[in-house]
Each structure stands twice: as C-alpha cells, then as structure tokens.
C-alpha cells in the first residue's frame, strides 16, 4: 500500500472512528490573545495565523470528541484560580453556544455516543491542576456540576495535598486529603487525571482510585526519559485500573533530543519577561528569533507512533489514547502541526502494522470505554454514601 493509500484508509477509517483528544488548551489561547472576544478569533474559519485549532481543521483532523481544557495557571492560588477556572469553563459554554451545527456540549459515554451519530463533536471539559478547587471538595463537585468531567491532580508545581512531576515533592505523592479528592471525584464521576503528577502520585491515585484513571496528555518514559511522561511500572498498572494513556505531541516530552532546546528557549521568553508557555504573537515571534540561531529539534509522527508502540506494548491496546495539548504549546511535530494532522499519525501506524480494530480502539473506544466505566462506579459509590466534606 502506498502512502497515498494508508492515508487515504487512516481518513476512512477515523469517519468511523474518530478522534477523541484528550486535552486542547484553545480556551486559555482565546484568554490569552483575545480575551475571548470570539470575533476576533472566529473559528468557524481559517485561524492557522494564531492557533492550532479551528473547526474546518477538526473536522478535517478527524476528530469526533474533545476535552477541552479550562486550564489556569498554576501560579493562580486562592480565590483567583478558581474564578479563572469559572471564566474558562465559560469560555467552552459560549464556543459551543457559537457553533451548535459543529459542536456539542458532552457530559456522559451517551453524550459522546450520540455527537459521533449526529456528526458533531462532543465537546468535553477537563480542569488541569488541582489548584483550581483551592483545596475544596464543593468547589470540586461545583465544577463537575458545570460539566468538568476530568481534573489533572496537578500542573507544573507541586499544590498542598499532590506532588506534581515538575517541582520539588512535598508529600511523597498523595496525602491524606489527596487521596480523599480521589475518592470523592469516584464518587461523582469525574475522571482522575494523571498528566502533570509525580510517578509517587500517579500510584497513589491508582491505589487509591477505584474508578479508571486517565493520562490526558503524557507518553511514555522509557521512550523520552522526561518526569512528565509516564514509567513502565504506572504503564503496567493500568489494566488492571481500565484507565487510558493518551500521548501527547508535544516535542519536548517525546523527543529527547527537543529536552534540552526547549528548556532553552523557555529560559529566553522568560528572560523577556514572558511567561514560558506563553503563545502570543510576541512569545512566537521571539521562539522564531531563537529558532533562527538554534536550529530546533524536529519531531514527526513517527516520534509519537514509537511512543504509542511502547505504551501499548506495556499496557496493552485497550489502556491507550490520544491527548495533543494542540494550543498549549508553542510547537508541535511535523506532520502533526495542528488538529488537520491526526490522520498522518493514524497512517503511520497503519504502515507498522496496527490494525482497523485496534485503532478503533485508540481513536475513539478506549476514552469513551473509560468515561462510561467512571460512570458506573459513581453510580455506586453515590448509592453507598453522600458527600465527602473532608477539609485540609
């Protein structure tokens, strides 16, 4: 087959099955550029000029469901990052308000079900980084009411009851009230989300979660020996948990090669007063001007499909997704450069050999297969006992 035809076969097959993304930070772009005046970032059409995401590129990507996520930073504490959080799950509410014949608003495996038949795209929200909560268990459910249907236990820096993988541990993983926000987001059915912690915290939150837990953007360890990706030995847990891996793209957590560079160039927006994740035309401009001097690292959808050939290696083909992080990174691999690119990572794993029934599996059956599983555990623990008001 040539490579015309696997591509031809990957957008034939992802009609049918189609993408679930675990994680796209398009509403933090719209807050960060536009202050989420969508008329100036209409998505409707043609945004290639400032961001990753559109609906004419998610469409032509393939893609039937997506997390977005209501990301704040983590330097937000208190108060404020939970109102932050508020104004990004507002955010989501008005694009799906805005393109109702594209997206649909998603809280159950059913919803998601019925978007794919309907041929929209549901549309999910996962909140990264349990300081949005700030350290409450009814801010917790108050998202979840709002449709929050994963939190990520942390994001870069390590927040009073959970270590994240990228700063100074605290507490050698969960604490006790850590492990209580596990149980309590069991209890009402939100996913546990993994990305961003610690290995110390990943198998606490497997030992304690009773639910399946889910990697929304992380890969593998053993491939890119990076503290944001995922070991072996947590790989190796998720059978038995029914939780999802789901790699991401981003160059500087799959190529160990961009490790180095990226730090680099972060170091340079931050010496210019930006924040490292900034992607404002004035964070990008300064990455291209470093870039000229430094010639980057290049990912490409085979550096993903090594990692996605690991994980299901070590996890198995049912416990493995796919989580982009499109708009929350300055740069993406070649071939996968914005949401149009999932079909190029589909045919290259249909040229090493994956099946249609094993990429169906990881386009689109893992992530719902987990969702409806969250929610039959909710089911329970909710017949068995109330609300939690544990409290730090």
């Known amino acids: 087959m040539s490579a015309a035809q696997r591509l031809d076969e990957a957008r034939a097959l992802l009609a049918e099955h189609p993408v679930v993304d675990g994680h796209n930070d398009l509403p933090w772009a719209l807050r960060q550029q536009v202050r989420y005046d969508l008329t100036q970032r209409d998505i409707a059409g043609d945004q290639s000029a400032h961001l990753h995401t559109d609906i004419p590129r998610l469409r032509a990507g393939g893609v039937g469901a997506q997390f977005w996520s209501v990301y704040v930073r983590s330097d937000y504490t208190g108060d404020q990052a939970v109102s932050a959080t508020l104004e990004q799950i507002d955010a989501v509410s008005q694009l799906i308000d805005r393109y109702p014949g594209d997206l649909v608003r998603a809280l159950t495996a059913d919803d998601m079900e019925a978007a794919r038949a309907d041929g929209r795209i549901a549309s999910l929200m996962g909140a990264e980084g349990g300081h949005s909560i700030n350290n409450s268990l ?11 249907r994963y939190m990520t236990l942390t994001h870069n820096d390590t927040i009073d009851w959970a270590d994240s993988a990228t700063d100074e541990p605290r507490h050698g993983g969960l604490t006790d009230f850590g492990r209580e926000v596990v149980r309590e987001m069991n209890r009402i059915g939100m996913l546990v989300d993994l990305s961003h912690v610690a290995a110390t915290t990943m198998r606490d939150a497997l030992e304690t979660s ?17 503290p944001r990706n995922i070991p072996d030995d947590v790989l190796a847990m998720l ?13 500087k957590f799959i190529l160990p090669e961009a490790v180095e560079w990226t730090l680099a160039a972060d170091e340079n927006l931050r010496a210019h007063g ?45 416990h493995i997704g796919i989580g982009g992080d499109y708009d929350g990174t300055a740069f993406t691999p070649s ?24 990429l169906a599996k990881l386009t689109w059956s893992n992530a719902v297969r987990a969702l409806r599983d969250a929610e039959a555990v909710s089911r329970d623990l909710t017949a068995a006992h109330g609300p939690s008001n544990a409290h730090l």
Do not use: I, Q
Request: charged share 20%; with cysteine; hydrophobic share 45%.
């Open 138 to 148: 009814a801010t917790l459910r108050a998202l979840h009411h709002l449709g929050v």
């Open 210 to 226: 009773r639910a399946p837990v889910v990697f929304s953007h992380s890969s593998a360890r053993a491939v890119c020996d990076h």
């Open 239 to 251: 059978p038995a948990n029914g939780g999802v891996a789901m790699a991401t793209f981003v160059p």
């Open 274 to 318: 930006f924040h490292h994740l900034d992607t404002t035309p004035e964070a990008m401009a300064l990455h291209r001007e470093f870039e000229t001097a430094r010639p980057r690292p290049v990912a490409t959808a085979a550096t993903v499909a090594d990692h996605l050939d690991h994980m299901r290696e070590v996890a198995g083909v049912d």
């Open 335 to 358: 071939g996968l450069d914005d949401v149009a690119g999932y079909p190029n990572l589909v045919a290259e794993l249909l040229a090493r050999g994956w099946s249609r029934a094993d």
